[in-house]
């Protein structure tokens, strides 16, 4: 099983980019699909996007898709999260998950992954 950690949140204006890291430790990061979520104040938690273990495909949230690009790194046991045309709303408490299988099938079901990040808060406000 991995261990997440998030990093790279922060306070942004409208229309402005974050990148958020998500460091895995073991040898097994390779055969986790990864998966970014966000909980704001008083929503339920979101998934918005998630990328396969070897990083042959990805899947977005429409709130997120064309602003947001997820990628990995396998050697270096990091997952990413491009984040462009930031808006109010993408105000949240971000984590990654890891979930143990190939591909992103039902990456929207929190009951589906095996290791949660503590989570980097974004905010975004002028």
């Known amino acids: 099983q991995v261990q997440l950690v998030e990093s790279g949140g922060g306070l942004v204006q409208p229309g402005g980019s974050l990148r958020l890291s998500c460091v895995g430790s073991?040898?097994?990061?390779?055969?986790?699909?990864i998966s970014w979520f966000r909980q704001a104040p008083g929503k339920e938690r979101e998934a918005i996007s998630c990328?396969?273990?070897?990083?042959?495909?990805?899947d977005y949230a429409d709130s997120v898709k064309d602003r947001f690009t997820i990628s990995r790194d396998n050697a270096k046991n990091t997952a990413y999260l491009q984040m462009d045309s930031l808006k109010p709303e993408d105000t949240a408490k971000y984590y990654c998950?890891?979930?143990?299988?190939?591909?992103?099938?039902?990456?929207?079901?929190?009951?589906?992954?095996?290791?949660w990040g503590q989570g980097t808060q974004v905010t975004v406000s002028a």
């Open positions: 073991g040898s097994d990061w390779h055969y986790y699909a």
């Open positions: 998950a890891a979930m143990n299988r190939v591909l992103c099938g039902g990456y929207t079901w929190p009951g589906a992954y095996d290791s």
């Open positions: 990328i396969a273990s070897r990083g042959g495909s990805t």
